[in-house]
């Protein structure tokens, strides 16, 4: 007879939700110090529960069916805040749906967080749960401001306190002596009170003269930290117009900053980028962007949307005659990629494309065809249809060699056959002149670009910057990109994206699309490379940034 009670072999003990929750800590802002765990447990989660310190980049990791429950306390999209009983109702209620739930918290969730008072309500309630540790603001916020919380000779304790008690708390638990004997103090929450500690810090025999700072969103492209004393900083603060998040750090190791900061010179320090380009083809970019100090706001304006059934008519007959081709011709890396899926959906591989030259219009393009077993045999220095289709003919004028032209060519009574895979609103202005050349050209389409629709959540966050002037930098890599944003913005487009301080464009057709909207244009790269893009756009940013600084010194010396 088989026992009621729970079996060796059941994973789920007696009693408990068969649904679990994991309570995982984001860090304090970087979304690149969130923890392996955490970055596994979001790609495979049901529903996000998260907090409003968290960084939004963060939602990259989530499956696009996944729930997503905001549960800041500020600003919630389209309603009223969630208490901390709705909250712990949520993660019950989804739990016991047997779901996936994460909980993403900002920091960690056991440092000055609800996350004990959540682990105890799923305990009561017979629910599973894990606690997935982060970054907590302590070491990440000072780690990014150069200060260490430790240092030999300098200090050899450190103290996190809050100043921010729970309120109705009948009294205080914080002893104020123990904290002014410590070496390094970090107090959280305490941008409302940091006059109070500060005072209750002297007080208790700390010297008004200790090297103090205020980190305001740390870790971030907003980071700001300002340095003073104990007894002046809140003053400090104040002139600063510092806002909440602020971390206080007190002790002698601040002095150390002006030797070890490093985050916030970086040449895209503080600087928002918005990238209109899918999050898998942007990673390059946004890493680069990263790496030199920037934020990159994602904001994917556009969407691939495989081939059409009359496409795919079209493209039977293209695969069932590719030997008869002399050049395929690439003009994106997503033509490179949609193309071999084709490819591959009718069971052939590289071995169908015979004799036929490889021609790509970049670098990137390149790497996207050599990632599927093919090298290009023309990559023009400078790259765009036309230059790509000048180049063809200029090999084609060159003589001998097959890396420069098909053997059989002057077999054919035109000057070479020609395939042109790409997508369905492809610009003519390659085939046009190839054909002018005398070639032969069939266009293929093998992928759609659509605009993503305006509720996506991404699209919404980045509408809501955007709108609010809190972006620097526009990134576009494409005519396409530049469309679906106008349209997603509406009448206001040329305003919001005209009112941009810095607008980058991967490539003369792509400005020529911005310039044509009436937007200037301020980077272009030297070659249609993401990375080069964004080393580039670093060192006018930084150049602009610097010349603003020279300038508005200037005007307060004439002043004086």
């Known amino acids: 007879?088989?026992?009621?009670?729970?079996?060796?072999?059941?994973?789920?003990?007696?009693?408990?939700?068969?649904?679990?929750?994991?309570?995982?800590?984001?860090?304090?802002g970087d979304p690149g110090l969130l923890t392996l765990r955490g970055a596994?447990?979001?790609?495979r989660a049901d529903v996000v529960v998260y907090d409003g310190l968290v960084n939004p980049a963060l939602m990259d990791h989530v499956r696009a069916s996944a729930e997503r429950?905001?549960?800041?306390?500020?600003?919630?999209?389209?309603?009223?805040?969630?208490?901390?009983?709705?909250?712990?109702?949520?993660?019950?209620?989804?739990?016991?749906?047997?779901?996936?739930?994460?909980?993403?918290?900002?920091?960690?969730?056991?440092?000055?967080?609800?996350?004990?008072?959540?682990?105890?309500?799923l305990r009561n309630a017979g629910i599973r749960f894990e606690i997935v540790p982060g970054i907590t603001a302590a070491t990440g916020v000072t780690a990014y401001a150069g200060i260490p919380l430790t240092a030999?000779?300098?200090?050899?304790?450190?103290?996190?306190?809050?100043g921010h008690e729970a309120a109705g708390k009948p009294s205080s638990d914080i002893d104020w002596e123990a904290l002014a004997r410590a070496g390094t103090v970090v107090l959280y929450m305490a941008w409302r009170t940091v006059a109070d500690c500060c005072q209750r810090l002297?007080?208790?025999?700390?010297?008004?003269?200790?090297?103090?700072?205020?980190?305001?969103?740390?870790?971030?492209?907003?980071?700001?930290?300002?340095?003073?004393?104990?007894g002046e900083l809140p003053g400090t603060i104040a002139s600063a117009g510092l806002k909440p998040p602020v971390l206080v750090v007190v002790g002698e190791v601040v002095s150390m900053r002006s030797q070890l900061a490093w985050h916030e010179m970086r040449p895209l320090a503080g600087a928002r980028v918005l990238v209109t380009r899918n999050v898998e083809q942007s990673r390059a970019f946004t890493g680069a962007i990263t790496e030199l100090g920037g934020e990159p706001v994602l904001m994917p304006v556009t969407r691939i949307a495989p081939a059409g059934d009359a496409d795919r008519a079209v493209l039977d007959q293209?695969?069932?005659?590719?030997?008869?081709?002399?050049?395929?011709?690439?003009?994106?890396?997503?033509s490179v990629d949609r193309f071999f899926a084709e490819l591959h959906a009718r069971a052939r591989d590289t071995r169908a494309l015979g004799r036929a030259l490889v021609a790509c219009v970049g670098p990137a393009t390149a790497r996207a065809a050599r990632a599927h077993g093919v090298v290009a045999d023309v990559v023009p220095r400078h790259g765009n249809a036309e230059k790509l289709a000048g180049a063809v003919i200029a090999a084609r004028k060159s003589p001998g060699g097959r890396a420069m032209q098909p053997a059989d060519a002057d077999s054919t009574s035109t000057r070479g056959r020609i395939l042109l895979p790409r997508a369905a609103q492809g610009r003519d202005e390659a085939q046009i002149a190839l054909r002018a050349a005398g070639f032969e050209v069939d266009v293929a389409t093998v992928y759609h670009t659509e605009m993503v629709r305006s509720d996506d959540p991404t699209i919404r966050h980045g509408l809501s910057r955007l709108r609010a002037g809190d972006i620097d930098v526009m990134a576009f890599f494409a005519p396409s990109q530049v469309r679906a944003l106008?349209?997603?913005?509406?009448?206001?487009?040329?305003?919001?994206?005209?009112?941009?301080?810095?607008?980058?464009?991967?490539?003369?057709?792509?400005?020529?699309?911005?310039?044509?909207?009436?937007?200037?244009?301020?980077?272009?790269?030297?070659?249609?490379?993401a990375v080069v893009m964004a080393e580039e756009l670093a060192t006018f940013y930084h150049e602009t940034q610097r010349a603003g600084r020279s300038d508005r010194a200037r005007s307060n010396s004439e002043k004086a």
């Open 486 to 529: 106008f349209d997603l913005l509406g009448p206001a487009a040329v305003e919001i994206v005209g009112s941009c301080r810095h607008v980058a464009a991967i490539g003369n057709t792509t400005k020529a699309a911005l310039n044509r909207r009436g937007v200037d244009v301020h980077v272009v790269p030297s070659r249609p490379d």
């Open 318 to 334: 293209v695969v069932a005659q590719l030997g008869a081709y002399d050049w395929i011709l690439f003009t994106s890396a997503n």
């Open 69 to 121: 429950v905001y549960a800041g306390k500020k600003r919630p999209p389209g309603g009223q805040a969630l208490t901390q009983g709705e909250i712990n109702r949520v993660l019950c209620e989804h739990a016991r749906a047997g779901k996936r739930v994460v909980r993403l918290k900002g920091g960690d969730p056991l440092v000055f967080g609800r996350g004990a008072e959540e682990c105890r309500e």
């Open 202 to 230: 002297m007080a208790a025999g700390r010297s008004a003269e200790t090297p103090a700072c205020a980190v305001y969103w740390g870790t971030t492209a907003a980071q700001k930290t300002v340095t003073s004393t104990l």
């Open 152 to 162: 030999r000779n300098v200090a050899s304790t450190v103290v996190f306190a809050t």
């Open 40 to 43: 596994e447990l979001l790609a």
């Open 1 to 28: 007879m088989r026992s009621t009670a729970a079996s060796s072999q059941d994973p789920t003990p007696a009693g408990v939700s068969s649904g679990v929750v994991f309570l995982v800590g984001a860090g304090p």
